[in-house]
């Protein structure tokens, strides 16, 4: 199988891409069978929970956001918080 996938993480208005080391990282999890994938972004612990499909900051769990693993073709805001003109 071939096919490419992206992981997304939730914004107020639609969708961001995770950069491509936190994919790159979230698919070998994911693949492996993982439950949940440690990522650390912009100095922040941040918990993938592959079974409610949430990103969870470790320091403070009410900071979550819906992800989502799909076609990298799918409209998104940008990568990472860079937009997309
Ligand atoms: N990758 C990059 N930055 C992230 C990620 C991630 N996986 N998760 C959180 N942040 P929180 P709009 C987002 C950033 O969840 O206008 C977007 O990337 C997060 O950035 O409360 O709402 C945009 O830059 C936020 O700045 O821990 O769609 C920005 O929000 C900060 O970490 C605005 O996007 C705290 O997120």
Known sequence: DTEQYQWYYEGRNGW???DERSNT??????NNGDVECTLLIAGALYSIDFQNMVQVR???PTRRRLV???HS???AKGV???KHF
């Open 80 to 82: 990472a918080g860079i």
């Open 58 to 60: 470790r320091s403070d």
């Open 68 to 70: 989502r693993r799909d």
């Open 16 to 18: 961001w891409k995770y």
């Open 25 to 30: 990282e979230l698919e070998a999890a994911f």
């Open 73 to 75: 073709m799918l409209q």
